[in-house]
């Protein structure tokens, strides 16, 4: 049997599952703290629009939404295969296609900042 | 000296005798176990006070052989060590799951051994050298990288606990990849090469998903789950050398 190119998804999958062990967490509690009315000063309105203005801000950004979307789709894929559903194809191509079309849409909204 | 303590256990144990079953089906024991016994000796205690034509595989006692693994209230485990103590009510036993029965509780491990052979589970020398030149030496550093992935007892519970096994039978499965791992490791190895060729499948490590119940299931504390995702990263970066960097294919 032929070796898999299975890494070419698996990479990604496994640097979005880095990024989201470390930055998922928090992004959750800060917005949590920011419903609450608790913005902490550092992480204003303002300072965040500066950060997401700026070119290093953008590829930060976007680097954490489309790895996330990334590896959330692979790991969804995954899981329907442990459940047992087989159309592995099909399950796959909606889901690395709505992680594309999501990392899009991240990308033409951070460069419309 | 206080008297042993003793309970009615009772074991809901499947049955199936190919030459008059067309199909298994469960028959329920009832026997006076010691507190402290585990559910291999109450096997055993069936089997010579009520019911002979009872079948089991069993050797040491001790979680040491491997060969007592059975299903025990749908959980795969070594009989000789799940105490009884830790089960209420009527305890079931079946044979390893995602394996075809023999007969009664023991199970064919074929697939297993066949997929064992096709990793190579075995050092393949760097260079021969002649014995007059002594042991391939190692170090305790060195030994310490695949140490525990060689405490392996071949005991199958990894496989009865995948579902990705039970799925895809051809999935070579978490105790063969975990040894072709533990040689991938050996200092004194040169086997790699060959290795990933059979590992690096779809049949391989990537009918993986990381559900990680091999890790919970395991005796010996191997920990197939993390040789695994190991092995997916040495797969991944063999695989940019061969595709993305020139001259790496070789």
């Known amino acids: 049997m032929a070796k898999s190119h299975k890494p070419v998804v698996w990479f990604p999958f496994a640097a979005g599952g880095t990024v989201i062990a470390f930055c998922i967490p928090v992004i959750v509690l800060l917005t949590f703290l920011a419903a609450l009315g608790h913005v902490p000063a550092g992480l204003s309105y303002e300072k965040l629009h500066a950060f997401a203005a700026g070119g290093i801000g953008k590829l930060v950004l976007f680097g954490v939404i489309a790895l996330s979307a990334w590896s959330s789709a692979h790991r969804l894929r995954c899981t329907c295969y442990d459940f047992g559903l087989r159309a592995d194809t099909l399950v796959a191509t909606v889901l690395y296609v709505a992680a594309i079309v999501g990392s899009i849409a991240a990308a033409l909204f951070l460069l419309r900042i | 000296m206080t008297p042993l303590k003793e309970r009615l256990v009772q074991l809901e144990v499947l049955r199936y005798n190919p030459d008059t079953d067309t199909e298994a089906h469960f028959q329920r024991y009832e026997v006076m176990c010691q507190e402290e016994w585990v559910v291999l000796d109450a096997l055993n205690k069936i089997k010579a006070d009520i019911d002979p034509t009872l079948n089991y595989r069993w050797s040491c006692h001790m979680a040491v052989c491997g060969s007592c693994g ?3 209230n749908g959980e795969p485990k070594l009989s000789c060590h799940a105490f009884l103590r830790s089960y209420e009510g009527v305890i079931r036993v079946e044979p390893l799951a995602h394996f075809p029965i023999e007969r009664d509780l023991v199970t064919a491990p ?16 760097k260079e ?5 030149e002594g042991e391939y030496k190692q170090t305790p550093a060195q030994l310490m990288k695949f140490r525990q992935y060689s405490m392996c007892i071949n005991c199958m519970l990894c ?28 200092s004194r190895d040169g086997g790699r090469k060959e290795r990933m060729e059979v590992v690096a499948t779809k049949e391989g490590v990537w009918e993986c998903t990381f559900v990680g119940a091999c890790s919970e299931v395991c005796p010996a504390h191997v920990d197939p789950a993390s040789a695994l995702q190991q092995l997916k990263i040495v797969g991944s970066i063999d695989w940019i050398v061969e595709h993305l960097i020139p001259g790496g294919k070789s």
């Open chain 2, 70 to 72: 059975m299903m025990i």
């Open chain 2, 159 to 186: 496989y009865a606990a995948c579902p990705q096994y039970g799925l895809t039978p051809s999935f070579i499965g978490p105790a063969a990849l975990t040894l072709a791992h533990r040689y991938n490791l050996d």
């Open chain 2, 128 to 132: 021969e050298k002649p014995i007059s």
């Open chain 2, 110 to 125: 074929d697939d297993f051994m066949e997929k064992l052979k096709r990793v190579k589970p075995y050092v393949i020398p």
